[in-house]
């Protein structure tokens, strides 16, 4: 299903894939430097006391020119592969949709709900900039943003979650292999599955289960079918849905014996999370597991500067729920929904790529922008 690069194509985006590392390598480190080199000193001769918060030192640092540089690069950088991604994929987008309808054709394993409201977090935001978003459609039964969305992602994250992009889900996969070898699901869920770059790695690590991937987007859930035929998956099905009010017919209580999300949470709001969490106790079977993969919540053991660069995607990425979503109180969401403290866990989870060579990480080591591993926060419980 990928779309097919022409040259300059191609070098537009190993340009921008390393840009991004070049900006997350070399650049980022130096906002550290900044802020304790004159940021820092100069607010604390000014207000007589420390920064308070993440916010604080975001006003602060607005008006320094390194952060103003590094910020622009980002953000720039950022247009720049959503215009990449696009002109590649409009000007094919006629074949790209003829090939996903052949592929998606007569299959039960497709369920598409075009009666489905999206909910305003969703319609009203361009996520990372990304015209459109996940859900519009140019031309009936559409697939451009999906397709756009998963050549993009390797520009994104500079190639560090693998060739297929789905070093996520099968460092999910491998860590509830090797953390709870005697569990054996055969009904895994996928909440806000995107194309499926995480849920065809658990049909592939747990073949005997059967996959459901719910996402509201349209493009997305097209894209990803197609995408998961061509790849030989059989055991997912793709259903267009919104997560927060799962038709009790069609998803019965005590239904699934997992339930996934992989970078979904933050693109959500604060009602909604509270009723997936819901959703998700109510949809999980006795001894159930619930995961969940995203990018690691504040807390006072995180730098108040590490906060506020981690915070950057809220302000000029198109993510508006981003900052909020970290500083939740996310095992109390998970306890008001019905699961038990002492059923809950925490960690990290390694990205996962066969070929090392294709996720060259920076020469100082660190593949993410803040220094720590390419690593996700992960966290979850069991039900009962
Ligand atoms: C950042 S993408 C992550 C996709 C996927 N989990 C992955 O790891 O590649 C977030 C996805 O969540 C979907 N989403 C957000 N809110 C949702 C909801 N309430 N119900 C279903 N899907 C939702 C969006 O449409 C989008 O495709």
Known sequence: MFPEPSHDEIARYNFLANLNRHLATYLSPGNRVVYEARVRPAFRAVAGRDFRDRHEVRRAML?????????????????????????????QIDALNARAQALNDNAGTLRLDPSLELPSYLAKVDHHCMPGSYHTELVPDDVSAAANYDSGLFVTTGGALGPMSDGGGRAVADFVRTTFPEFSPRRILDLGCGLGHNAVPLAQAFPDAVVVAVDTAAPMLRYGHARAKALGVENIVFVQANAERLDPAEFPDASFDWVQTTMFWHETSGTAMRRIFEEIH?????????LHVEQPQYDERMPLVEQMLRDWDAYYNNEPFWSAMHGIDVRGLMEDA????????????????????????????????HGRAAAWYAFGAWKN
């Open 338 to 369: 019905g699961f038990r403290p002492d059923r809950m866990f925490d960690g990290y989870v390694r990205a996962k790529v066969d070929d090392e060579a294709r996720n060259p990480a920076s020469p100082t080591g660190a593949t993410e922008d």
């Open 282 to 290: 109510r949809l999980l079977a006795p001894g159930g597991l619930t």
């Open 63 to 91: 008006d320094d020119p390194f952060f103003q540089e590094w910020s622009a690069l980002r953000r720039n950088a950022m247009e720049m592969r959503q215009q990449a991604g696009r002109s590649m994929v409009l000007r």
